[in-house]
């Protein structure tokens, strides 16, 4: 090989190692660069969880209706179906496994062991009637009773009167009381009360009942 063309191939070889960093480099920067978009092009909703696609909805909510079929076959007395599938939210949609537990975490849901949150205070012990409204609570549950006492004199106290109104309300969820019915026992000292709502929540509805009482003590201090 003459010295010319030894030049020649010394000169082809190193431009080509001085370009092999270069190409790279560039192959490097464009990965880079497709990863970064393709993470930054996949939604997600307030949990943080990838949000599904209309197909994936549809196929979780065949499922969701399956599920719910076969918790309230296994508890009795349950009433719970799901919700139209337009009422879904984005945080309602979970893995069907979890909707499972949470359906059965509804079917035991029992609101009872009510306890005070605000008591009405006692009124003159001779007064002739007064109206108070006390609220008392238990899972999620609040109940606001407004009634009206009356002093009795020949039992020297005061007793239930009339009931006013009963309403209710839950911490989560959408709840709408259907009814109630109220009966006075215990000589006029005690209103024993039934609520009957139905329950939104996960994607759920449920229906139940509550059965509580509100106290009159001698002062009218209803508990």
């Known amino acids: 090989m003459n010295k010319s063309l030894k030049k020649y191939v010394a000169s082809i070889s190193l431009l080509g190692l001085m370009a092999a960093p270069i190409t790279f480099s560039s192959v490097f920067a464009t990965e880079i660069t497709t990863k970064n978009v393709e993470d930054i092009s996949v939604e997600k909703n307030n949990l943080g969880q990838e949000k599904l696609t209309q197909e ?32 879904f939210t984005e945080e309602d949609w979970v893995e069907p496994e979890e909707f499972r537990q949470k359906a ?10 009510f306890q005070l949150s605000n008591p009405s ?3 003159a012990l001779a007064g002739i009637s007064k109206t108070k409204e006390t609220q008392i609570h238990a899972e999620g549950l609040y109940v606001t009773g407004s009634f009206e006492t009356e ?43 039934s609520i009957g709502g139905e329950l939104k929540l996960d994607g759920v509805y449920s229906t139940h009942r509550a059965s509580l009482e509100f106290h009159c003590d001698a002062y009218g201090g209803i508990s």
Do not use: C
């Not at 059965?104 to 062991?113: G, K, P, Y």
């Open 151 to 193: 002093y009795n004199h020949t039992a020297k106290r005061q007793f239930f009167k009339t009931i006013n109104s009963i309403t209710s309300r839950t911490s989560k969820g959408t709840w709408k009381q259907t009814g109630y019915t109220p009966r006075l026992i215990d000589g006029g000292r005690t209103f024993e009360i």
């Open 56 to 87: 994936q909805k549809k196929a979780y909510y065949k499922q969701y209706v399956k599920i719910i079929e076969e918790v309230v076959a296994e508890h009795e007395g349950t009433n719970m179906w799901v919700a139209p599938f337009d009422e």
């Open 104 to 113: 059965i975490a509804r079917a035991n849901l029992r609101f009872e062991n």
């Open 121 to 123: 205070g006692p009124v």
